[in-house]
């Protein structure tokens, strides 16, 4: 039996030491570099913050305290060089040792909710949703709270819109102050009544309407590009969705970077130029050869902004 156990034993194979496991393999060369996004996404398990990488500014804006609260970003040194960009040109990260995320969109300047819960009522009356048609006097928001839980549900049992919804819903969604669940009511439109119409529309707050409406419409644009996710939500009319040609897309997407880069320049409201920059493409080859000044003309302006928040955002888009 003895010599059993012993025979095991020779056999056995050795375990191996935890203290040579522990070490990290050498490699044959040093690892790429990690952008920004990417670390942060790893310590999302550790309790890391959320705002780094390609995060939107809109879900950010929301969740304002789980965003690092940076300071203005540096300019690269000579020989750094920006590892990632996204769909508009703005860097995603830089080769710099620290984490480098967006800052959250700020709070607007004045607190104007009175259009928004107008243009709600609108909504709620026109869409026939189950919900008073008036806010109450002493307790708005929990009237606002209803509306939009009713709204979702109608989009999600399915509802046809009437011509006039369109306006209605547009208009809730550019005076929606919160750059987030402003998309409640760009989504519905945009499904009902095509991604055109409603970009066409939302053009037009930005060349004509006032600040607030400007600042609303570059918060709305941000959902209007959205792939069609309610196929329960139609138009009464079945060619209301095709009165904008699907064709004149890329000319109005154009018309907007155009008129965005403009009122970006030359309108010095807080606020729209807030909304409107992290939309905003700031390479040349985005634009005619004939804007390329007023490009570099947005990148100073920027720059040597009084305002942290536009002076850190602009260093993440810069890129030719």
């Known amino acids: 039996m003895q010599q059993n156990v012993q025979k095991s034993r020779m056999t056995m194979r050795p375990r191996r030491s935890a203290r040579v496991s522990s070490f990290s393999p050498v490699l044959s060369q040093p690892p790429l570099p990690i952008s920004s996004g990417a670390r942060t996404r790893g310590r999302r398990g550790a309790g890391a913050g959320v705002g780094a990488g390609a995060a939107s500014f809109m879900l950010q804006a929301c969740h304002p305290g789980r965003t690092p609260d940076h300071a203005r970003t540096a300019r690269p040194t000579t020989g750094e060089r920006r590892v990632a960009e996204d769909g508009n040109g703005t860097t995603a990260g830089k080769t710099a040792p620290a984490v480098q995320g967006f800052m959250a969109l700020p709070g607007r300047t004045e607190d104007r909710r009175e259009p928004f819960y107008r243009s709600l009522a609108d909504v709620v009356r026109i869409l026939g949703l189950d ?76 060349r004509t309407g006032t600040d607030p409406e400007r600042a609303g419409a570059a918060r709305a644009w941000y959902w209007s590009a959205l792939p069609l996710r309610q196929p329960l939500v139609r138009a009464q009319d079945p060619n209301a969705a095709v009165r904008a040609d ?10 907007w970077r155009e008129a965005a880069l403009r009122e970006f320049v030359g309108n010095e409201d807080l606020d729209v130029r807030r909304c409107i920059l992290p939309g905003l493409p700031l390479r040349k080859s985005a634009y ?30 810069v890129c030719d």
């Not at 708005?140 to 011509?163: F, K, N, Q, S």
């Not at 007023?294 to 888009?317: F, G, K, M, N, W």
């Open 131 to 206: 919900v008073a048609h008036e806010p109450d006097p002493g307790d708005r928001r929990t009237w606002e709270r209803h509306a939009r839980a009713a709204l979702r549900e109608a989009c999600r049992r399915g509802i046809d819109l009437p011509e006039e919804a369109f306006g209605a819903l547009v208009e809730a969604g550019v005076r929606d102050l919160d750059p987030s669940f402003n998309r409640q009511f760009v989504e519905p439109a945009v499904n009902a009544f095509g991604h055109v119409r409603v970009q066409a529309a939302l053009l037009g707050y930005l």
């Open 288 to 317: 005619p050869p004939e804007l390329h000044d007023l490009v570099d003309a947005a990148v100073a302006t920027a720059r040597s902004h009084p305002d942290s928040y536009i002076r850190h955002r602009v260093e993440h888009q």
């Open 246 to 255: 699907p064709d004149d897309g890329p000319a109005v997407r154009a018309e």
